[in-house]
């Protein structure tokens, strides 16, 4: 089956993603109250240099200060105050919008289904949620501020020095489009390292979680040592990537500030010889010389800013990619399961890579065993997969009636595959997984009926159920599935190899429990390659190899 990874996203190229507004409510109204602080703080500015050239004025006249001192401390406090308030802004717009995107997230990934997952990066996938999102702190409360005081301050403040000193207003209209000309062309730069950095770093958590999940294999057939150095060459790609984002942004720094510097330096000269000759007022070249500074820092401090904000920017095109599969994904109407019914599946063929699984038929009715057997690839576990809605299939397969694909397969389907799957927590946790009002007594049941009331229910299991062996693992999985159909939620099981790491003994201990179910009216469908199964099978299906198609 190809991946359904999604699309490498090709990134906006414009100041901000309108998908983020879309996507994010906090983030609209996080834009409108920077914009209104925005011009709160542009007209502070410009009191602050206005009360400034009083009190310099004042000073050189040898005039009273009084009257310019406590303005211009009320405008130094008011322009903290509003400083303040925008950062205080920023990081509540910034957490909220980071649990929009992780909840939308997670809706996007529910609604593209288990197929879409099965063939995704996982580690990618949590990297972008935790980190990737996590870096957003950056864009709201740098860069997005930052762009909206520019959008803001830098007309304001061009139109004030116009009107004071035209010839000042005029060199800074003609010198001021350097800087974001620069600002684009570093900023492009800057977006491509930056994807190629936080690729890098998607490709160094795949590779890792492989390695920690296939470790004990790599351990026996003593190639260990070359998964570390295959981890070690990517760790070595992303530290050069690294270290080429911060040279730019260094590099991109530099050359906006001496951009700016210049800029400045060419308005103050101007002002300096008018004031030398008396064309000037000392009043109007101070004031414009005191703006000219804060004309450019908007625009200059925006390219800045994107930098610290552009690990953000790449981790949002990733989660954009996948919001975007999912709204044009086509909607699944899940509808209610049935407390009962038989279990039919007609002619369902799937799909692995170039191999085309052969049709499978069968039916299951309530109080029976149904028992595939067939060698390593015939598709045992594919048809499991059809039924939790984890694979893309031909034909059908219908419960009660209804086609599982629009079934909620957590309301009529218990299953338990080859991999446990479990979580960190207590034993009795992982056994009621999904219930929110655990049930104790059937915790203890359904351990019991897995073999596996020697288990503490209230023992403390670690990263994917560490603390327990493997075979106690494989059988808690199986009593997780057998709690859930005693609580009235799975009246389907679906065990897959639920005895491959037991004994004898424990075995026909499972194969009696899993017999008394269905005598009491489960339906089940067992998937296992033990031949002691077929004793309690009421009917077996044999499936046949699969082939490759051209």
Request: aromatic share 6%; no cysteine.
């Given at each position: 089956m ?9 990134g ?6 309108p998908?983020l ?6 983030s609209?109204?996080?834009v ?8 709160a703080q ?8 206005w009360?400034?050239?009083?009190a310099?004025v ?6 009273d200060?009084a009257?310019v001192?406590l ?20 990081a509540?717009?910034?957490?909220r ?5 992780r ?16 063939g ?8 972008t949620?935790g980190?990737?999102l ?6 709201f409360?740098?860069y997005l501020?930052q762009?909206?005081q520019?959008a ?8 004030v020095?116009?009107?004071m000193?035209w ?31 936080w ?17 004990s294999t790599?351990?026996?057939?003593g ?8 981890i ?8 050069r990537?690294?270290?080429?984002v ?21 308005v ?29 820092l908007?625009?200059?401090?925006v390219g ?7 690990e ?5 095109d990733d989660v ?9 994904a086509?909607e699944?109407?899940?509808?209610a399961p049935?407390?009962?019914?038989d279990?039919?599946?007609d002619?369902?063929?799937?799909r692995?890579?170039?191999r085309?699984l ?11 065993v ?20 984890a ?5 059908t ?8 694909d629009?079934?909620d397969?957590s309301r ?6 080859q ?8 034993v009795?946790?992982?056994?009621a997984l999904?219930?929110?009002q655990?049930?104790?007594d ?7 009926l897995?073999?596996a009331?020697?288990?503490?229910p209230?023992?403390e299991?670690?990263?994917?159920g ?10 808690v999985a ?15 099981i679906?065990?897959?190899e ?18 008394r179910?269905?005598?009491?009216g ?6 296992s ?6 004793a ?11 082939e490759v198609?051209?």
């Amino acid at each position: 089956m190809a991946s359904t990874d999604p699309p490498k996203p090709k990134g906006f190229a414009g100041p901000v993603d309108p998908r983020l507004l879309r996507y994010a409510s906090a983030s609209r109204r996080f834009v409108v109250a920077i914009a209104l602080l925005g011009l709160a703080q542009t007209l502070t500015i410009v009191a602050f240099a206005w009360l400034v050239t009083q009190a310099v004025v004042r000073a050189v006249a040898g005039d009273d200060l009084a009257p310019v001192v406590l303005p211009l401390l009320g405008v130094i406090a008011l322009r903290a105050a509003l400083l303040w308030l925008r950062e205080d802004i920023a990081a509540r717009a910034a957490a909220r919008v980071q649990g929009q995107l992780r909840a939308q997230l997670m809706t996007a990934v529910d609604r593209l289904g288990a197929g879409w997952l099965a063939g995704a990066s996982t580690a990618r996938l949590a990297v972008t949620a935790g980190r990737g999102l996590g870096a957003l702190d950056a864009y709201f409360g740098r860069y997005l501020p930052q762009l909206a005081q520019t959008a803001i301050a830098t007309p304001i403040l061009v139109a004030v020095m116009w009107w004071m000193d035209w010839i000042s207003g005029l060199t800074v209209l003609l010198t001021l489009p350097l800087i974001p000309l620069f600002m684009v062309l570093i900023g492009l730069a800057t977006r491509t390292v930056q994807q190629k950095q936080w690729q890098t770093l998607g490709r160094l958590a795949a590779r890792f979680a492989d390695t920690v999940r296939g470790l004990s294999t790599l351990k026996v057939f003593g190639r260990q040592h070359r998964a570390v150095d295959s981890i070690e060459r990517v760790t070595a790609g992303y530290r050069r990537e690294t270290m080429r984002v911060l040279r730019v942004s260094f590099l991109s720094g530099f050359a906006l500030e001496f951009l700016a510097s210049i800029s400045v330096a060419i308005v103050a000269v101007t002002i300096g010889f008018r004031l030398l000759d008396g064309t000037l007022a000392l009043t109007v070249g101070l004031f414009v010389l005191l703006l000219a500074p804060e004309a450019y820092l908007p625009v200059r401090q925006v390219g800045v800013q994107f930098h610290a904000a552009a690990e953000g920017v790449a981790a949002t095109d990733d989660v954009f990619a996948v919001l975007d599969a999912a709204r044009a994904a086509p909607e699944r109407a899940v509808a209610a399961p049935p407390a009962t019914g038989d279990l039919v599946v007609d002619g369902v063929r799937v799909r692995r890579g170039e191999r085309l699984l052969p049709p499978v038929s069968l039916r299951v009715a309530a109080g029976e065993v149904v028992l595939v057997r067939g060698p390593s690839g015939a598709g045992k576990s594919s048809l499991l997969a059809v039924l939790r809605g984890a694979a893309a299939h031909e034909g059908t397969a219908t419960f009660g009636g209804h086609e599982v694909d629009t079934l909620d397969a957590s309301r009529w389907l218990a299953w338990a595959g080859q991999q446990p799957g479990l979580v960190s927590g207590t034993v009795a946790d992982n056994v009621a997984l999904g219930d929110r009002q655990a049930d104790r007594d059937l915790v203890a049941r359904a351990l019991t009926l897995a073999e596996a009331d020697g288990i503490d229910p209230d023992a403390e299991l670690g990263v994917l159920g560490a603390g327990l062996s493997g075979g106690q693992a494989q059988r808690v999985a199986v009593a997780r599935a057998f709690y859930r159909h005693l609580r009235g939620t799975g009246p389907v099981i679906a065990l897959d190899e639920p005895s491959a790491a037991l004994d004898a003994v424990t075995e026909a201990a499972l194969w009696q429990s899993v017999r008394r179910l269905a005598d009491d009216g489960a339906a089940v469908l067992l998937v296992s390659h033990r031949s002691s199964a077929a004793a309690i099978a009421d009917r077996t299906v044999d499936l046949v190899p699969a082939e490759v198609s051209a």
